[in-house]
């Protein structure tokens, strides 16, 4: 079990939410403004993406990655910032031609992945660790991608979070370490109940965890209902945790939540689980931070 819990809270995602819940933080300001009640309420980690302003739709504009640092860091408010470098690899095969991208398709490569995180140099950047059926689309994320990505993390001196949404990306992950393209120590996201990823379950999240090499630090979440339980999954398996409206629109059933409250809520199943919500300082010792 783990007794000093790392909470991060993924703020908004690039997830078809806007319209599904009345409060989904879309503009820089609203982003960061969530990011810093979030860590009032315990998240030692704000994971960050942006949104189109006008439409809600996804971004990858370093301008608003900048204006949702910027006003985060300068609301003196402690917090770790994690900015995603997943974006970009959507693929929706066209109807008239399966060789082409269809409607929904959205492609960037390695270096465009890491271009906001390149320019505002964040603690932490994701990189999904392999392609995976996502719903009804494809993540396309092929090796001779990752490890062109990872290496852009490492020289930028960012510590990667390798999110494995099945067993393979964890596999693939342990290759990365061998390669020398990881710090140490590594930083693993394991992310369950994706469609059609690793399931939300306790053999599932055991799997991946026994695969993990010694040492790592790692956190785990679930989406929709399986939020509160797989946080408390990872918990009692030695790991830390994420919650927020990326992964989760419901407080209860019917009840929609902010980012604050599900981090509240979270800290306190952590509490009644005997455990304690980790401070941002003691999250960058642990994971090997560089300062801010």
């Not at 609203?30 to 980690?45: M, R």
């Not at 985060?72 to 959507?90: F, H, K, P, Q, W």
């Not at 693929?91 to 008239?96: A, D, H, K, R, T």
């Not at 469609?195 to 790592?216: E, F």
Request: hydrophobic residues 40%; negative net charge.
């Amino acid at each position: 079990m783990n007794r000093d819990v790392i909470i991060t809270c993924a703020l908004t995602g690039a997830g078809d939410t806007v319209g599904k819940h009345p409060d989904i933080p879309v503009t820089p300001k609203q982003i960061a403004e969530a990011g810093i009640d979030a860590a009032k309420a315990g998240a030692a980690i704000v994971h960050v993406h942006v949104r189109d302003p006008d439409s809600g739709g996804i971004s990858h504009d370093s301008a608003l990655f900048r204006e949702v640092v910027e006003r985060i860091r300068e609301s003196d408010t402690d917090v770790v910032i994690n900015l995603t470098a997943g974006g970009g690899g959507d693929w929706v095969p066209s109807e008239q031609d399966a060789r082409v991208g269809g409607e929904g398709t959205d492609m960037q490569t390695p270096e465009e992945r890491h271009a906001p995180v390149g320019a505002l140099l964040p603690e932490i950047s994701t990189l999904d660790c392999g392609s995976v059926n996502f719903g009804d689309m494809v993540y396309v994320s092929p090796a001779q991608w990752l490890r062109r990505q990872a290496r852009l993390i490492k020289d930028s001196g960012v510590k990667a979070e390798m999110e494995c949404f099945d067993l393979g990306h964890v596999r693939f992950a342990k290759r990365l370490i061998d390669e020398g393209l990881i710090d140490s120590p590594p930083l693993f996201q394991l992310c369950m109940g994706i469609p059609w990823g690793a399931d939300a379950d306790t053999r599932s999240l055991t799997a991946m965890v026994d695969q993990l090499p010694a040492g790592a630090n790692w956190a785990a979440f679930g989406i929709g209902r399986t939020q509160m339980p797989t946080v408390a999954q990872a918990v009692l398996l030695g790991g830390n945790v994420r919650v927020g409206l990326e992964d989760n629109l419901y407080l209860d059933k019917g009840v929609f939540a902010s980012n604050a409250q599900l981090v509240e809520r979270a800290a306190t199943l952590i509490s009644l689980l005997g455990a304690r919500v980790a401070s941002p300082a003691a999250a960058r010792e642990r994971l090997g931070l560089r300062a801010p």
